[in-house]
Protein backbone atom coordinates (compact mmCIF):
# COMPACT_ATOMS: atom_id res chain seq x y z
CA UNK A 1 0.00 0.00 0.00
CA UNK A 2 0.70 3.54 -1.27
CA UNK A 3 1.58 5.86 1.79
CA UNK A 4 -0.60 8.40 0.59
CA UNK A 5 -3.23 5.73 0.55
CA UNK A 6 -2.40 4.82 4.37
CA UNK A 7 -2.25 8.24 5.27
CA UNK A 8 -6.17 8.64 3.43
CA UNK A 9 -7.53 5.94 5.51
CA UNK A 10 -6.20 7.84 8.57
CA UNK A 11 -8.07 10.80 7.78
CA UNK A 12 -10.72 9.29 6.66
CA UNK A 13 -10.93 7.18 10.21
CA UNK A 14 -10.42 10.26 11.92
CA UNK A 15 -13.61 11.78 9.53
CA UNK A 16 -15.83 9.09 10.18
CA UNK A 17 -15.08 9.09 14.08
CA UNK A 18 -15.98 12.51 14.08
CA UNK A 19 -19.26 12.25 12.70
CA UNK A 20 -20.07 10.02 15.74
CA UNK A 21 -18.98 12.92 17.99
CA UNK A 22 -21.24 15.52 16.02
CA UNK A 23 -24.22 12.80 16.29
CA UNK A 24 -23.20 12.93 20.26
CA UNK A 25 -23.37 17.02 20.16
CA UNK A 26 -27.07 16.43 17.96
CA UNK A 27 -28.29 14.58 20.74
CA UNK A 28 -27.24 17.32 23.30
CA UNK A 29 -28.55 19.93 21.29
CA UNK A 30 -31.88 18.05 20.89
CA UNK A 31 -31.90 16.41 18.31
CA UNK A 32 -33.05 12.90 17.73
CA UNK A 33 -29.69 11.28 15.70
CA UNK A 34 -30.89 7.96 13.35
CA UNK A 35 -28.19 5.55 13.40
CA UNK A 36 -26.45 5.97 16.84
CA UNK A 37 -23.20 4.82 16.85
CA UNK A 38 -22.58 1.47 18.01
CA UNK A 39 -21.52 0.89 21.69
CA UNK A 40 -19.03 -1.77 20.26
CA UNK A 41 -15.95 -0.31 19.91
CA UNK A 42 -15.33 -2.39 16.82
CA UNK A 43 -18.64 -2.19 15.05
CA UNK A 44 -17.96 1.68 15.16
CA UNK A 45 -16.87 3.08 11.77
CA UNK A 46 -13.51 4.09 13.16
CA UNK A 47 -13.23 0.50 14.72
CA UNK A 48 -13.92 -1.00 11.44
CA UNK A 49 -10.77 0.42 10.41
CA UNK A 50 -8.93 0.11 13.67
CA UNK A 51 -9.38 -3.66 14.08
CA UNK A 52 -9.62 -4.17 10.26
CA UNK A 53 -6.83 -7.44 10.23
CA UNK A 54 -5.34 -5.72 6.78
CA UNK A 55 -5.07 -2.50 8.54
CA UNK A 56 -1.52 -2.13 8.55
CA UNK A 57 -1.22 1.14 11.41
CA UNK A 58 0.25 -1.02 14.03
CA UNK A 59 3.08 -2.58 11.60
CA UNK A 60 3.99 1.55 10.42
CA UNK A 61 3.87 3.13 13.97
CA UNK A 62 4.94 0.82 16.08
CA UNK A 63 3.25 -1.10 19.43
CA UNK A 64 3.33 2.34 22.05
CA UNK A 65 1.91 4.74 18.93
CA UNK A 66 -0.79 2.40 18.03
CA UNK A 67 -1.94 1.31 22.08
CA UNK A 68 -2.02 5.23 22.47
CA UNK A 69 -5.23 5.41 19.37
CA UNK A 70 -6.78 2.43 20.49
CA UNK A 71 -6.52 3.46 24.60
CA UNK A 72 -8.21 6.48 23.57
CA UNK A 73 -10.99 4.59 21.31
CA UNK A 74 -11.57 2.42 24.27
CA UNK A 75 -11.89 5.66 26.38
CA UNK A 76 -14.39 7.06 24.01
CA UNK A 77 -16.62 4.57 24.05
CA UNK A 78 -16.32 3.52 27.56
CA UNK A 79 -18.03 7.38 28.03
CA UNK A 80 -20.20 6.65 25.08
CA UNK A 81 -21.53 3.97 26.58
CA UNK A 82 -22.89 5.72 29.56
CA UNK A 83 -24.22 8.51 27.11
CA UNK A 84 -25.95 5.85 25.17
CA UNK A 85 -27.48 4.49 28.29
CA UNK A 86 -28.88 7.60 29.58
CA UNK A 87 -30.51 8.39 25.85
CA UNK A 88 -31.03 5.36 24.33
CA UNK A 89 -32.26 2.98 27.38
CA UNK A 90 -35.42 4.10 29.07
CA UNK A 91 -37.13 2.35 31.58
CA UNK A 92 -40.42 0.77 31.25
CA UNK A 93 -43.64 1.99 31.37
CA UNK A 94 -45.83 1.09 34.11
CA UNK A 95 -49.67 0.94 33.13
CA UNK A 96 -50.73 4.06 33.34
CA UNK A 97 -48.42 5.83 31.38
CA UNK A 98 -49.22 3.59 28.59
CA UNK A 99 -52.86 4.00 28.90
CA UNK A 100 -52.12 7.83 28.85
CA UNK A 101 -49.42 7.59 26.68
CA UNK A 102 -46.83 9.71 29.25
CA UNK A 103 -43.79 9.88 27.81
CA UNK A 104 -40.68 10.63 30.32
CA UNK A 105 -37.80 12.45 30.14
CA UNK A 106 -34.39 11.99 31.61
CA UNK A 107 -34.62 12.65 35.26
CA UNK A 108 -31.85 15.45 35.99
CA UNK A 109 -29.36 13.47 37.66
CA UNK A 110 -28.86 11.10 34.77
CA UNK A 111 -28.94 14.35 32.42
CA UNK A 112 -25.78 15.67 34.82
CA UNK A 113 -24.52 12.10 34.47
CA UNK A 114 -24.68 12.03 30.70
CA UNK A 115 -22.58 16.24 30.58
CA UNK A 116 -19.92 15.01 32.87
CA UNK A 117 -19.59 11.76 30.26
CA UNK A 118 -19.91 14.36 27.50
CA UNK A 119 -17.11 15.89 28.54
CA UNK A 120 -15.18 13.19 28.41
CA UNK A 121 -15.62 11.89 25.03
CA UNK A 122 -14.60 15.75 23.93
CA UNK A 123 -11.38 15.04 25.45
CA UNK A 124 -10.83 11.31 24.35
CA UNK A 125 -11.59 12.71 20.81
CA UNK A 126 -9.00 15.17 21.14
CA UNK A 127 -6.79 12.88 22.50
CA UNK A 128 -7.84 10.87 19.64
CA UNK A 129 -6.91 12.90 17.34
CA UNK A 130 -3.33 14.32 18.35
CA UNK A 131 -2.28 10.26 18.29
CA UNK A 132 -3.53 9.94 14.96
CA UNK A 133 -1.52 12.77 13.87
CA UNK A 134 1.29 11.79 15.32
CA UNK A 135 0.80 8.41 13.40
CA UNK A 136 0.62 10.42 10.37
CA UNK A 137 4.12 12.02 11.27
CA UNK A 138 5.54 9.08 11.74
CA UNK A 139 4.69 7.14 8.44
CA UNK A 140 5.81 10.61 7.02
CA UNK A 141 9.34 10.21 8.19
CA UNK A 142 9.15 6.07 7.03
CA UNK A 143 12.01 4.98 4.50
CA UNK A 144 10.14 4.59 1.09
CA UNK A 145 10.98 1.28 1.22
CA UNK A 146 8.23 0.40 4.08
CA UNK A 147 5.41 1.58 1.25
CA UNK A 148 4.76 -0.97 -2.05
Given at each position: MKRED???EIENALNAHNDQVN???E???GYSVENPTPKDKKKCDFGLWLYNPNNKL???VGEEMYENVERCHNEWHTDYHEIYEAFYS???QNF???VFR???GMDPVTFQMSNFY???VIVASCKLGCHLEECKKQILALDDSKFK
Open positions: ILQKIELFNKELKPELEKIQKHRE
